[in-house]
C-alpha cells in the first residue's frame, strides 16, 4: 500500500489477508549480522518448482482422465483449475502480468516497495526464483530477484516497515537467519543481515508501523519501542485490547484498525476524541488497511461497507464517494472484503477477497476513482485466492496474496480441457459433485463405477445396492436428466459408439447369479436387453470387432458334466449371442480388460493360460480378438493383489495401475520408463498426436492451506525404451 503516487519517500504500510500489516518509515540501524548462506534456507517439504511446460493444476485431487477426441476430461476433488501462476504478480501500467521470479509454493503476505521500482515480499514462501528461501525476498525493478537479499524466517512473514535501508519484519517466526528473533526483527536491506534491534513479543505481529522516534508494533493490542534498540517505550499506552489488523501514521496520528478504527496520539498512545467515524464495532469484522492520503483516510475491511473514504480528521465519511464491494463469505472461508490499498494518482487500488466491484466481476483486485469509488479497471486478471498485498512501484503493482492461478476455471469436481493444449474450457460448467469412473461419449459423459468387485467372502450370500450414473453435457457440463439413472445391482458398465451398455446381477447367488446386460440409446431410452449366456459374476466389459468383451468368472460344463470354468465370454453386442469360438482357458478370474487395436489384455487372479503348452503367466495377459494366447507379451511376474490391477492401453504402451512396473511395451510386456519420471501418476491416456497425458500430484504449502494435494496435469513423449 503506498500513500500517494509519487516515489516512495514517506510512510509506505502493507497488509495481509487474516492479520494483514501496514508499514511506514523506520529508522536505520547499526551493523548486521550477514545472512545465513544458502545452503541452511528453509525449505518445504514440496513445491510447484519446475512443473512439466503446459501444465495446468488444480486446487484438490485428480483421480481420473478420459479422452473423447479433441477434449479431455478431468475428474476430481477439486474446485477450480487452470495454469499456476503463484502467490505474487507484477502488473504494468495497461493491468497485464509482467515478469517476476518464480515463486513456487506459499502465499506473499506482505509487499512494500523498495523506493527504486523494485519491492520487498514477505510471507512463508520456501523457494523464488530457482533460489531456496526463507519467506522473505526483494524483486528488483527490472523483474529479476535480488540474489543478496534472501534472509530466512522460521515462519510467517506478515508485516513490514521500511526506511532507508532498515525493513522492519514483523509475523510468527522465531528465529532470522538463525538469530533468535522473536515475531519482530530488523534487517539490513543491503545484505540481508540482522540487525541489533531485538524485541520480543508473545502473539502473532500482525501490524508495524514507524517513525523516526518509535516503531509500533501490532499484535491483540498495540504497542511503540525504540527504533534502534528495540526497548519498550514506557511512556506510550494505548486503549486497544482487540486484535490489530491496520495501522499507519499521518497527519500527526496514529490510526489503528481492529474491530473498530480509532486515531491515537502517537507518543502516549491515547485516544483522539476528534476521531469519530460512524458505526461501532462488528461481530467477527475488522478494518484491514488504512492509506492515508492529506485530508482523506481510505479504509479497508471485511464490515458491512468494505470500502470507506473518511474525513482524516473528524472519522465522517467523505461524500460522493460510494463504491460496491461484492460477494458472499462462504463457510469457514476468508470473509469477503478489502485487505489492501494503493494511491496513484486519482486510481485507487484495492486488493482482497471479494468476486465483484461497481456490480460486475472482480475476482480480488480493481481499481476505482479516487473521488467517487466508481470502478475504472478493465481486464485485470483473475485471482482464483484472496490478494494480501497491492503496493506500486515505479509506475508498475505489485500484487501479492494466497492466490496461486490466474484466469482459472471452476468447476465441481469435473472439467473439461482442451486435449492438446490443456487449456481449461471455461464454457463446461457441471453443478452436480460426483466421484466415479468417466466414460465420455458424443453423446453424453457418463460418470459411473465401471467395475464389479466380484466374489466376495466377507459379504453376506445376497445384498442390493442401487448405483446412480450421472450423465453429462460433453460440451456445456449440463447435467442430462434423461440419461441419467439408477441401477440395481451394477456390475460393470462400457459404452459402444454412443450406446450406454450395463451389467447387472439379478439373483442372490454369490458365486455364479444370473445377469443380464440392458443397453441403451443416446438419447436415454433402452434399445436392447438380453441375459448373459453364462452364470457368473461380473467384474469388468470391454468392446472388440463390435462385440461385447464380459470378464468375471463365469460357470461352464464338459460334453460329460465336468467343471470348464472361463474367465470371459465374448458376445454379440445386439442380441446377446454368445461366440463359441472365444475361449482363453485362463486358470483363475479376470477383474479387469482392455481392447487395443484388435487386441485384449486382461488382468487377474490367475497364474496360467492353457493354450499350446504355454506356462505360468503372472495375471497379466494378451489374447488376440478371438483369444488366441500372444506369448510375445510376457511381463513379469505382479506382486500383491491383482484383483485391484487396472488397464489402460495407450499407443504403445500398456499402463498398469496398481503395480510397481506400471508402464509396459504393449508388444512384448517389458518395463518402459515412465512420462513423469519418478512421480507417481493417478491417470494417463494418449494424447493427440502422440505421447501422453498424465496425472500426477504434489502436496505444497499454497493457498494459505498447509501441504493440500495438488493435482497437475501434463503432457509428455513417453520413452519408449525398456529398463533391464
Known sequence: MRTGSAPVLGLVGA??????????????????????PETARAAAPDTLAG????????????????????????????????????????????????????????????????????????????????????????????????PSFLPVADGLVSAFALQGTTLYVGGDFRRVNGTSRKRVAAISTTNGGVLPFATSQSTWVTELAASATAVYIGTDRVTAVD?????????????????????????????????????????????VPAFAPAGGAQKERSYHSLLRAGSVLYAGSDRTTRLQALDSTTGAAVPGFAPVVGGKTDRFATPRGVYDLALDGDRLWIGGSFTSVGGTAAHGLAFVDAASGAREDTGL???????????????DVFVGGKFFMTDWVRSNGIAAVDASSLEPDPGFRNSVETYADLLPTRAALYVTTTHGSGYDRERPPYWTDTTRIHAFDPRRGDLLPRLTRRVRNLSAVTTIGNRLYLARRLDSDVNFPRNQVDVYGPKGGKVASYPIPLRGYVTAMTSVRGDLVVAGSFKRTTSNGGPADTAMIRIDARTGHRRPGFDPKINGPVYDVVAHHGSLYASGIFKQVFQRGQGARPGLVKLSATSGFDARFRPARFRGNRSELRLTALDDVLYVDGSSARFLDITTGKKVPSPSGSAYLTSVVTAPGGGYTYVTSRSPNIGGSTYPPTGILATAVHDDRAED
Do not use: C, M
Not at 497488509?15 to 545465513?36: D, E, H, K
Not at 486478471?381 to 509506475?395: D, F, K, T
Open 227 to 271: 527504533p534502534v534498540t528495540g526497548a519498550t517505550l514506557g511512556g506510550f499506552n494505548a486503549p486497544v485490547r482487540s486484535p490489530v489488523h491496520a495501522l499507519t501514521l499521518g497527519g500527526g496520528l496514529l490510526y489503528v484498525g481492529s474491530d473498530t478504527l480509532v486515531a491515537l496520539n502517537p507518543t502516549t498512545g491515547a485516544r
Open 381 to 395: 486478471p483473475r485471482y482464483n485466492r484472496a490478494v494480501n498485498a497491492v503496493e506500486l512501484s515505479g509506475g
Open 51 to 146: 512443473l512439466p511446460a503446459g501444465a495446468v493444476i488444480t486446487d484438490g485431487s485428480i483421480y481420473d482422465l478420459a479422452r473423447e477426441g479433441d477434449r479431455l476430461f478431468v475428474q476430481g476433488s477439486f474446485k477450480q483449475i487452470g495454469r499456476y501462476a503463484g502467490p505474487g504478480d507484477r502488473l504494468g501500467s495497461t493491468g497485464r502480468s509482467e515478469p517476476i521470479p518464480e515463486i513456487s509454493d506459499g502465499q506473499v503476505s506482505v509487499v512494500v516497495s523498495d523506493g527504486a521500482g523494485g519491492w520487498y515480499l514477505g510471507g512463508d514462501f520456501t523457494r523464488i526464483g530457482g533460489h531456496a528461501a526463507g519467506g522473505l525476498a526483494h524483486v528488483l525493478a527490472d523483474g529479476s530477484l535480488d
Open 15 to 36: 497488509s495481509i489477508v487474516l492479520a494483514l500489516a501496514a508499514g511506514t518509515l523506520g529508522t536505520n540501524g547499526a551493523a548486521a549480522q550477514r545472512a545465513a
